[in-house]
């Protein structure tokens, strides 16, 4: 319907001069104001870019250096060049130190940017003021795209929205005005797009598609010439800059045709994400990863384009080429045969945007007539759903345990969230479960205490069906806490060490075992309270003696360390002599 027809009587008051984009501002920011709050790191990439590269993002001068390396700053053979992602590291890095609330600042404030540049972006399409607004405020609380702001390690994907948006402005401003300022504005912004992300490089071939299709440019227009005489140029710089710093280069070109296009059905997942946000994951792997909403939401958006009554097909082609274009350069994802490659979610901050354009095209004057006093209240609700789902969703990153337990049941086929089960202190409980859920062979031992997926899966259905009638048994949440550990579900595992210390609380193994998660899961201070728990009630627990001497050598409190490396030994616990060698050295 044509925005004519819509009674909206406060347009002139929302939608004048620079009001709207501080609108869309505040409405970006609200369901994400409170990760400000996120005292802890996910462990996900973030505290490695972060707290251990922390000597490489702490002074100005790593701005420079950030060109010259990839982003985990491995003196070579990394193959991730992401110099503008370093460089917005080091700003956060000014505002909190190590601290992790300049970075969620700035994920918020990347993520306004982006929303104010998009809906900015939608008016040079072509698309009214109205619908623009309403369709930048729906992208404003997504939740699809939440991973992107409340994940410090996924602010890439809204930084690389920024300088693609503004690449897109400046390169639409030339052509408006024939002004060489901002043909050296948009080169700028190329340039910075892709020294943030690689996905940039196939922008140029959109900026030549729009010349021609919407600009009415000839192919050997002078403009045209230039433009690609400058991109040239930039390609040729980020080149030079980006086998400076020893990247893995692709290899063999036919090889990755192939794997992109193995990997092309992901696109229809992702196009379900965005009409149908109530699957979501965080990095799920192919096969954890299922196409039917997304073939049902193709099929309803080709539905939905027949249907249309005034069909925009420039925008339509140039919304299905955006989504494609910046979204295929992210299949291209090799980790090893033995390592399958996953599909973050954060990936589809910029395609989506195609997506919107393709919708904004759409036009239901006549048969949608009878439902104008209720559009607004309807896209209101939807808001308020959107919104919502994106704030409660924003906790899921709020430190280790969460993430890991959400990626661990998104993606329960991935073969990295599953830990040895026999890395803790077995109770005779879980023995005996293992025991019975065992397919032996006649080869193995009776004391073999390995276990399968499948028979962890089965183990932890038996607990949990025992525990409904038994909840107080300090015994089954033991062995569920092991169990749900193994299995990657690190928050039901805390939750169940809780509780079985909370039945017997004078059970040395219990904390032991929880000291062990939280190593695993990497909030070391609670790995530490739980191995000194578990030593002041047995303090001849040889292993707690020694994991806590691991600990304290990795905190650098070597004293400690070296105390406790003693009285495992006492103890007769084997301790690596290199082990003991090195934190005899760092105290000598």
Same mark, same amino acid.
């Given at each position: 319907?044509?925005?004519?027809?819509?009674?909206?009587?406060?347009?002139?008051?929302?939608?004048?001069?620079?009001?709207?984009?501080?609108?869309?501002?505040?409405?970006?920011?609200?369901?994400?104001?409170?990760?400000?709050?996120?005292?802890?790191?996910?462990?996900?990439?973030?505290?490695?870019?972060?707290?251990?590269?922390?000597?490489?993002?702490?002074?100005?001068?790593?701005?420079?250096?950030?060109?010259?390396?990839?982003?985990?700053?491995?003196?070579?053979?990394?193959?991730?060049?992401?110099?503008?992602?370093?460089?917005?590291?080091?700003?956060?890095?000014?505002?909190?130190?190590?601290?992790?609330?300049?970075?969620?600042?700035?994920?918020?404030?990347?993520?306004?940017?982006?929303?104010?540049?998009?809906?900015?972006?939608?008016?040079?399409?072509?698309?009214?003021?109205?619908?623009?607004?309403?369709?930048?405020?729906?992208?404003?609380?997504?939740?699809?795209?939440?991973?992107?702001?409340?994940?410090?390690?996924?602010?890439?994907?809204?930084?690389?929205?920024?300088?693609?948006?503004?690449?897109?402005?400046?390169?639409?401003?030339?052509?408006?005005?024939?002004?060489?300022?901002?043909?050296?504005?948009?080169?700028?912004?190329?340039?910075?797009? &892709?020294?943030?992300?690689?996905?940039? /490089?196939? @922008?140029? =071939? %959109? !900026? *030549?598609?729009? $010349?021609? #299709?919407?600009?009415?440019?000839?192919?050997?227009?002078?403009?045209?010439?230039?433009?690609?005489?400058?991109?040239?140029?930039?390609?040729?710089?980020?080149?030079?800059?980006?086998?400076?710093?020893?990247?893995?280069?692709?290899?063999?070109?036919?090889?990755?045709?192939?794997?992109?296009?193995?990997?092309?059905?992901?696109?229809?997942?992702?196009?379900?994400?965005?009409?149908?946000?109530?699957?979501?994951?965080?990095?799920?792997?192919?096969?954890?990863?299922? &196409?039917?909403?997304?073939?049902?939401? /193709?099929? @309803?958006? =080709? %539905? !939905? *384009?027949?249907? $249309?009554? #005034?069909?925009?097909?420039?925008?339509?082609?140039?919304?299905?080429?955006?989504?494609?274009?910046?979204?295929?350069?992210?299949?291209?994802?090799?980790?090893?045969?033995?390592?399958?490659?996953?599909?973050?979610?954060?990936?589809?901050?910029?395609?989506?945007?195609?997506?919107?354009?393709?919708?904004?095209?759409?036009?239901?004057?006549?048969?949608?007539?009878?439902?104008?006093?209720?559009?607004?209240?309807?896209?209101?609700?939807?808001?308020?759903?959107?919104?919502?789902?994106?704030?409660?969703?924003?906790?899921?990153?709020?430190?280790?345990?969460?993430?890991?337990?959400?990626?661990?049941?998104?993606?329960?086929?991935?073969?990295?969230?599953?830990?040895?089960?026999?890395?803790?202190?077995?109770?005779?409980?879980?023995?005996?479960?293992?025991?019975?859920?065992?397919?032996?062979?006649?080869?193995?031992?009776?004391?073999?205490?390995?276990?399968?997926?499948?028979?962890?899966?089965?183990?932890?259905?038996?607990?949990?069906?025992?525990?409904?009638?038994?909840?107080?048994?300090?015994?089954?949440?033991?062995?569920?806490?092991?169990?749900?550990?193994?299995?990657?579900?690190?928050?039901?595992?805390?939750?169940?060490?809780?509780?079985?210390?909370?039945?017997?609380?004078?059970?040395?193994?219990?904390?032991?075992?929880?000291?062990?998660?939280?190593?695993?899961?990497?909030?070391?201070?609670?790995?530490?309270?739980?191995?000194?728990?578990?030593?002041?009630?047995?303090?001849?627990?040889?292993?707690?003696?020694?994991?806590?001497?691991?600990?304290?050598?990795?905190?650098?409190?070597?004293?400690?360390?070296?105390?406790?490396?003693?009285?495992?030994?006492?103890?007769?616990?084997?301790?690596?002599?290199?082990?003991?060698?090195?934190?005899?050295?760092?105290?000598?």
């Amino acid at each position: 319907m044509d925005s004519q027809e819509i009674n909206f009587g406060g347009r002139d008051f929302f939608l004048r001069a620079w009001r709207p984009y501080l609108w869309l501002a505040l409405i970006a920011s609200l369901p994400y104001v409170h990760i400000l709050s996120f005292s802890e790191y996910t462990f996900y990439d973030d505290h490695f870019l972060i707290v251990d590269s922390f000597s490489s993002i702490d002074e100005w001068s790593d701005a420079g250096h950030a060109f010259l390396e990839d982003v985990s700053h491995q003196g070579q053979a990394g193959n991730l060049y992401r110099p503008l992602l370093t460089i917005s590291l080091i700003l956060s890095a000014k505002i909190s130190g190590t601290l992790p609330l300049g970075y969620h600042g700035m994920d918020i404030l990347l993520h306004c940017i982006s929303c104010c540049l998009l809906f900015s972006v939608l008016q040079k399409l072509g698309f009214k003021r109205l619908y623009s607004f309403f369709g930048t405020m729906i992208f404003c609380v997504h939740p699809a795209f939440t991973q992107a702001v409340a994940w410090i390690a996924g602010r890439n994907d809204s930084l690389l929205a920024i300088f693609i948006l503004l690449s897109f402005i400046t390169f639409e401003k030339y052509y408006s005005t024939s002004s060489m300022k901002w043909y050296v504005l948009h080169l700028f912004c190329f340039a910075c797009a &892709l020294f943030t992300k690689e996905s940039a /490089l196939l @922008l140029p =071939l %959109l !900026a *030549v598609w729009y $010349s021609f #299709r919407f600009r009415k440019e000839k192919t050997f227009y002078v403009s045209t010439l230039l433009f690609v005489a400058g991109w040239g140029i930039v390609l040729v710089n980020w080149n030079i800059l980006r086998s400076n710093a020893m990247i893995v280069p692709i290899g063999d070109k036919v090889h990755a045709a192939a794997l992109v296009l193995s990997n092309l059905p992901i696109a229809l997942s992702y196009l379900g994400n965005i009409f149908w946000p109530f699957d979501l994951a965080f990095g799920p792997i192919a096969s954890d990863i299922h &196409l039917t909403v997304g073939s049902i939401c /193709l099929g @309803l958006l =080709l %539905l !939905a *384009v027949l249907f $249309s009554e #005034r069909k925009d097909w420039k925008c339509i082609v140039f919304g299905v080429a955006w989504y494609m274009v910046f979204l295929i350069p992210t299949l291209y994802y090799n980790t090893g045969a033995h390592t399958p490659p996953k599909f973050y979610e954060h990936r589809i901050y910029l395609p989506s945007m195609g997506i919107l354009f393709i919708l904004l095209s759409l036009s239901y004057t006549n048969r949608l007539r009878y439902f104008k006093k209720i559009f607004f209240p309807i896209l209101f609700l939807v808001f308020i759903f959107l919104g919502w789902s994106s704030y409660t969703r924003t906790f899921l990153f709020k430190n280790s345990l969460t993430l890991g337990e959400y990626d661990a049941s998104t993606s329960p086929n991935d073969p990295r969230r599953y830990s040895t089960i026999t890395r803790m202190a077995l109770p005779e409980k879980l023995n005996q479960e293992i025991k019975k859920n065992k397919d032996r062979s006649p080869l193995q031992e009776e004391s073999d205490t390995s276990v399968s997926k499948e028979e962890l899966w089965k183990i932890i259905d038996g607990l949990n069906q025992e525990l409904t009638s038994n909840h107080q048994n300090p015994e089954l949440h033991h062995a569920l806490a092991i169990a749900c550990f193994a299995r990657g579900l690190f928050l039901s595992s805390e939750e169940h060490f809780l509780a079985a210390i909370h039945e017997k609380p004078q059970d040395a193994t219990i904390p032991y075992n929880l000291g062990i998660l939280y190593y695993s899961a990497q909030p070391k201070s609670k790995a530490e309270n739980a191995w000194l728990e578990a030593l002041r009630i047995d303090s001849t627990m040889g292993n707690a003696h020694l994991n806590i001497s691991f600990l304290y050598y990795e905190l650098g409190r070597y004293q400690l360390a070296w105390d406790h490396c003693q009285k495992a030994l006492q103890l007769g616990i084997a301790v690596p002599s290199g082990f003991i060698n090195e934190i005899h050295g760092k105290i000598s």
